[in-house]
């Protein structure tokens, strides 16, 4: 289980700082240091176990049905990384604090940092390659942020975009690589994937998941030629870069390449990709690091040229080969740190990072001078630094290979070019800081504090201890990790100084004096240089950026030209299509059920639905008309449901239509009189042949499936309903009872429908004419007498047929919804015969009061379930003897109908009567002269 | 019988659509009604076209499917709740714009492309 502390240490650590924020420099340092040291600690603690030769291991299940597991794994390779993460992130927290301004929101910077460690941990730890994939992008994610960390420059932002652009790409290949890889292996679980390497090697995608899983490492590795982020990234503070671009994000790339040798490795495919991709970028790298003006320039491009040298190395394939990338790894870890460490310090007490400007500084600086010399060194390769069994160990595997058949010779040299270079920028940057005389008219700056140089120094003489003591601090180390990568193929490593004469040596010899003269010679090269045009790939990537942008733009306007028609005519005519191209699959229209014999009066009752339908279309421009032949098609529906055995159906679409059409009625008060203009032929013909296009899909969809047997769970509900529900009013029952919560989410819209109207109508401005289209007023007669008479007549009767409605609802077509509506009817009737004052005085309700009152009696009566221990909503009922009356049937459904009923009372009034206050309040003056 | 039926919806699919096309708001209002009948004559079609069926137990021998019917029941409910929000809508929108074109533009029938 420590594994996952170690993980969790930071993330969750990353909180730690925020806390601290307010309590300075001192202390916000401290605790930002406790989530890896503790890291760290347990690392250690599991370390024994590792040794023993067993591999710390914690699986969690998350999504099992994705395959991805929350699987943690500790092995030799992760080991070297893990301690490279924590060890320098952990320094580069004190080197931070010492680096930004005291202004600056350094708890936000250390959060980020630690959330970055923590996403790095999780790579190198996961022992699922989903779960690695989820880390990768936390880590780009991250890094987006710690990059444009000063996001009020532009270059920061610029950088952070390019990097995150690049690494993600990268990352979605990756991802796909990595669902192949799991499609291939039947599991995405780290270890069966690394088993099953001849399965993979053997599969027709072996060449695609190498191009996907190597476009994703090359991408986070800055390998050529995506390396061109890299340098921008250089706008993030200096400890980001340090941490970052030295020891761990680019590092991601080769870790990933490391981790799948055994899964994907061996094969010439692989073996030539990495070494030639790997050999450009070692040489591109070292070559324009030569050219740099800029310190953190230099350092990126030389970044770039050593991880060309990993991958390299890797892609030699060789036991040794793979045991100096490994090697490489950490020393390229400690002397860039402490390199870019130095820069951040000079940058800091300068003002500069241009080597134009800068000079002389060894005799004021003499404390930076000494590790950035020493640091230096081992970037060039020159003992008794690091660096220098590293490359020794590049040449000799170079010199062993066969990868590059009778080449081998020509790749030796362009290797010994690469160190010559190599050893001429880091001669460069030493000297063109140190040496030579101060440059600028600024006063000579002096070392920064001790805690500010000390990690920097201290990474220096690791670089130092390691190339004197190898076999001590580095081999261990390196084999571990080696024998994670390719087990028992482990070569024992001889690591030293002094091997005797070799060629390697003398290669070497002849580098170190050829970077000698490169460096005196720099200025003549970069005059040399500077005839042929250089493109930074940054306006290549910005342009590519602008010209997606303008297409999408493009793409964009045509589609959505603000026409509301349009984009309807564009959805209707995708649906037909989708539609269309599913019935294309159905053998023959007619299913096998067969069709039902006709009869007279269905055929006047489609005729008249035909003939309302066509009609209401056709009078568009005269909206009353067409309203008119609406209604027409509404009551024919009702009849419909009728004939088809659904009497709660009918009912419910009776009252409905009534209340619509006073609805629409209303409206049509308040809308424009006069028919609109008519629109071009080609509009009309256009819209007619998308609307046929649409109904003949439905028309053929719908006699495909009514001609077709279907299974249904309609048994279920017509057995249960009198034991389960106790009614026998089936329909009525699955909506208070079994789809209960259906029912109650519905009268919710309701409501919610009825009080947005309510508010839509608040403090409108009105267009309200005096009479008609030909000029003729309202009537003056407001409240006609027999209606006023009959209305007053009819309200106790249908308030009675509707508590019968609603009574009976349980056992008999009826229920809330039916109710409801009928008592809205009635009382809409009143206002209609009466007006809103009359009906107003006396019958003060507050409609949103009664439909809120509805929702809150369902939702107790829900809740009333939850007291007897029962799930939301569930029903009871039981027969009870009343004096008079006999027995008598209650459901606590009857409770959450009348929740119905109310809702569908309040919402319905108060749409429709707000609606009519507002033309009958503001009635225009020629009403109230009368 | 069939075939009629699903004729009969078809047609109000094509006339509801070919209103909803339209460029003023109560056409449109009234399309949006037209095709709710038609997908909830299409939705209560789903449990068969059957006579003398009520599904009330004790009414008769076999009970036509009542879920559709209780699934239409609920949806001719909303339908209304829905309507009534867009002929709000429209009032409102004439009221605010001072016209009644769905693109809220006054003007030429052609719309821009």
């Known amino acids: 289980m ?44 599991t370390l024994p176990d590792l040794l023993a030769g067993d591999m710390p291991h914690v699986q969690l299940s998350w999504m099992p049905a994705l395959g991805l597991d929350l699987a943690l794994r500790l092995d030799g390779l992760g080991l070297l990384f893990a301690l490279l993460i924590l060890g320098l992130g952990s320094l580069i927290i004190v080197y931070a604090g010492y680096y930004l301004h005291r202004d600056e929101a350094d708890a936000r910077f250390l959060a980020y940092l630690l959330l970055f460690m923590g996403a790095m941990l999780g790579i190198v730890l996961a022992d699922n390659l989903l779960l690695l994939w989820l880390f990768w992008e936390l880590t780009g994610l991250a890094s987006f942020l710690l990059i444009g960390f000063w996001s009020k420059l532009s270059d920061a932002r610029r950088g952070a975009r390019m990097s995150l652009v690049v690494t993600s790409t990268g990352g979605l290949a990756l991802l796909a690589g990595i669902l192949l890889i799991g499609q291939e292996v039947g599991s995405l679980a780290l270890g069966d994937v690394l088993s099953a390497g001849d399965t993979l090697r053997a599969s027709p995608h072996y060449p695609l998941i190498v191009a996907l899983v190597l476009l994703g490492a090359f991408a986070k590795s800055a390998q050529f030629p995506l390396h061109f982020w890299l340098p921008h990234a250089m706008a993030a503070p200096t400890p980001v870069s340090a941490f970052l671009h030295s020891a761990t994000m680019v590092k991601a790339g080769v870790f990933l390449l490391a981790r799948l040798t055994p899964a994907l ?32 320039g230099i ?30 790894v950490l020393n390229h870890a400690l002397f860039k740190a402490a390199l870019f460490m130095s820069a951040g310090i000079i940058d800091h007490e300068t003002g500069t990072r241009d080597l134009g400007h800068l000079g002389g500084l060894a005799r004021a600086m003499p404390l930076t001078a000494t590790l950035t010399l020493m640091a230096a060194a081992a970037m060039a390769g020159l003992p008794p630094f690091n660096g220098f069994l590293s490359k020794e160990l590049l040449l000799a595997a170079t010199l062993d290979s066969r990868l590059f058949g009778g080449l081998g010779a020509a ?13 001429g920028y880091s001669l460069r940057l030493a000297y063109g800081v140190f040496f030579g005389r101060h440059r600028s008219d600024a006063p000579l700056p002096h070392d920064p504090p001790r805690g500010m140089l000390a990690p920097g120094l201290l990474l220096a003489g690791l670089c130092l201890l390691v190339g004197l003591l190898p076999m001590t601090l580095a081999a261990p180390l390196v084999t571990l990790a080696s024998q994670a990568v390719q087990g028992n193929a482990t070569p024992a490593l001889d690591l030293a100084l002094w091997h005797g004469p070799s060629l390697p040596l003398a290669i070497s010899l002849i580098a170190v004096l050829g970077g000698l003269l490169a460096a005196m010679r720099q200025p003549q090269l970069a005059r040399l240089v500077a005839l042929f045009p250089r493109r930074d790939a940054r306006w290549l990537f910005e342009a590519a950026v602008i010209r997606l942008t303008k297409a999408s733009l493009w793409l964009t306007l045509k589609l959505e030209n603000g026409s509301l ?20 699959q159905v053998e023959r229209l007619t299913g096998e059920r067969g069709v039902q014999p006709l009869d007279g009066m269905l055929v006047l009752g489609a005729a008249l639905m035909v003939f309302g339908a066509i009609g209401s279309a056709l009078s568009h421009r005269w909206r009353l008309v067409s309203l008119l032949m609406l209604s027409v098609v509404g009551l024919s529906v009702a009849l419909t449901f009728v004939r088809f055995s659904a009497p709660d159906l009918a009912l419910t679409q009776l009252s409905v239509e009534v209340v619509s059409m006073i609805l629409l009625m209303l409206a049509l008060f308040f809308l424009p009189q006069r028919p609109p203009p008519w629109v071009s032929t080609r509009r009309i013909l256009r819209d007619l042949l998308v609307a046929g296009l649409c109904g003949l899909v439905v028309a053929s969809l719908n006699y495909a499936l009514l001609t077709r047997e279907s299974q249904s769970i309609a048994d279920f509900f017509l057995r249960e309903s009198v034991p389960g529900g106790g009614g026998t009013n089936v329909v009525n029952v699955i909506l208070v009872d079994f789809r209960g919560f259906d029912t109650f989410g519905e009268i919710t819209v309701l409501t919610l429908a009825g009080l947005a109207t309510y508010k839509l109508l608040n403090r409108m401005k009105l267009f309200m004419p005096a009479g008609n289209v030909e000029g003729i007023h309202w009537s003056r007669h407001r409240h006609p007498m027999i209606l006023a008479v009959i209305a007053q007549i009819l309200l106790p009767l249908a308030l009675l047929v509707s508590a019968y409605i609603f009574l009976r609802g349980h056992n008999q077509p009826g229920g809330g919804f039916i109710a409801g509506l009928i008592t809205a009817v009635a009382l809409l009737l009143q206002y209609l015969a009466r007006g809103y004052d009359w009906t107003r005085q006396r019958l003060p309700l507050s409609y949103p009061l009664v439909a809120v009152s509805g929702l809150a009696i369902a939702t107790a009566t829900g809740l009333a379930s939850w007291l007897f221990g029962y799930p939301f909503l569930t029903s009871t009922f039981g027969h009870f003897q009343l004096p008079l009356i006999g027995e008598i049937e209650l459901a606590s459904a009857l409770l959450f109908d009348l929740g119905v009923y109310l809702a569908v009372v309040g919402a319905t009034l108060m749409i429709l009567v ?15 002269e009368n | 019988m069939e075939a009629l039926f699903a004729a009969v919806v078809g047609t109000l699919t094509a006339c509801g659509l070919f209103l909803m096309l339209r460029g003023r708001t109560f056409p449109v209002i009234v399309g949006l009604t037209l095709l709710s009948y038609a997908v909830n004559l299409f939705l209560f079609s789903m449990g068969g076209l059957n006579t003398h ?26 339908g209304f709740a829905m309507t009534a929000f867009m002929v709000i809508l429209a009032i409102r929108a004439r009221s605010e714009l001072g016209n009644d074109h769905v693109d809220g533009k006054q003007g030429d029938e052609e719309p821009p492309r």
């Open chain 1, 914 to 928: 707000n609606l009519g206050r507002v033309t009958t309040v503001h009635r225009p003056s020629i009403e109230e």
């Open chain 1, 565 to 584: 028609q349009r984009y309807l005519a564009l959805l209707l005519l995708t649906a037909v299509a989708m539609a269309g191209l599913g019935l294309s």
């Open chain 1, 265 to 296: 490795g061996d094969t010439s495919l692989w073996a030539l990709s990495l070494s030639l991709i790997g050999l450009a970028t070692l040489l591109y790298g070292a070559w324009f690091a030569l050219f740099e003006r800029d310190l953190k």
């Open chain 1, 299 to 328: 350092l990126a491009f030389s970044t770039i040229s050593h991880l060309g040298l990993i991958t390299l190395l890797l892609g030699l394939g060789s036991p040794l080969a793979i045991a100096a990338a490994l090697l490489h």
């Open chain 2, 53 to 78: 069926a009520a599904p009330v137990i004790g009414e008769s021998l076999s009970p036509s499917d009542p879920l559709p019917q209780a699934l239409v029941l609920t949806a001719i409910v909303i």
């Open chain 1, 411 to 423: 790749v030796t040299l362009l290797v010994g070019l690469a160190a010559l270079l190599s050893v």
């Open chain 1, 2 to 45: 420590s594994l996952l502390w170690i993980l969790l240490a930071p993330v969750a650590g990353s909180l730690l700082p925020l806390l601290a924020a307010q309590r300075g420099r001192l202390l916000l340092t401290l605790t930002a240091l406790v989530p890896p040291l503790l890291a760290l600690l347990l690392l250690g603690l």
